[in-house]
């Protein structure tokens, strides 16, 4: 039996982030949504008005016996830009900011050491700037956000900015 485990994360869009995560090997499932804002029930258009305090997220279900959190981490890092504040390239406000909502507190203890370790390294050009905060609420997007891009690669925002970012990582590795 596989031992299924939860990690939510936020990194610019939750479209692209979604499936760079749903490509890796042990990951499950994905659902993108909302967390670490006030507002009860927020709705995308909620989110994009930047008043709620949300970050698009996503939540990742993946199997411990094949994947590991530190993993998923890591891989964090690699996805998107983790120094740019309340943003991701053209896409900007307080809904893209970089984060990690941890579960538990072996959880907050490897995204701490690893966001140390990489400011400490210097791996970056400038400090990160990803919060690391305990998970409170996460809230499901709308239906069609899930696997938006899976489901809408043609559309010109999946096309020439997911896309390229995706060949960019899966046929470098």
């Known amino acids: 039996m596989s031992t299924i485990q939860k990690a939510l994360i936020a990194a610019g869009c939750f479209w692209g982030i979604e499936e760079f995560y749903r490509k890796i ?9 909302y967390s670490g804002g006030n507002l009860i029930n927020p709705t995308y258009q ?23 959190y530190d993993t998923i981490i890591d891989n964090f890092w690699k996805c998107h830009d983790p120094t740019q504040l309340n943003r991701q390239g ?18 907050e203890s490897l995204a701490i050491k690893f966001k140390k370790s990489l400011d400490d ?17 996460f809230y499901d997007a709308e239906e069609y956000h899930q696997d938006y891009y899976k489901n809408n690669q043609n559309q010109p925002y999946c096309k020439f900015v997911i896309k390229p970012k995706l060949d960019k990582f899966f046929n470098n590795n």
């Open 46 to 68: 909620d989110v994009c008005n930047g008043n709620t305090g949300h970050a698009e997220v996503v939540l990742i279900h993946f199997i411990a016996e094949k994947i590991s």
């Open 90 to 107: 053209f896409d900007i406000g307080t809904q893209y900011r970089s984060a990690i909502f941890f579960i538990d507190n072996k959880q």
């Open 121 to 137: 390294s210097n791996a970056f050009p400038s400090p990160i700037i990803t919060e690391i905060t305990k998970l409170d609420v």
């Open 25 to 33: 090997n042990g990951v499950k499932k994905t659902t993108v949504g």
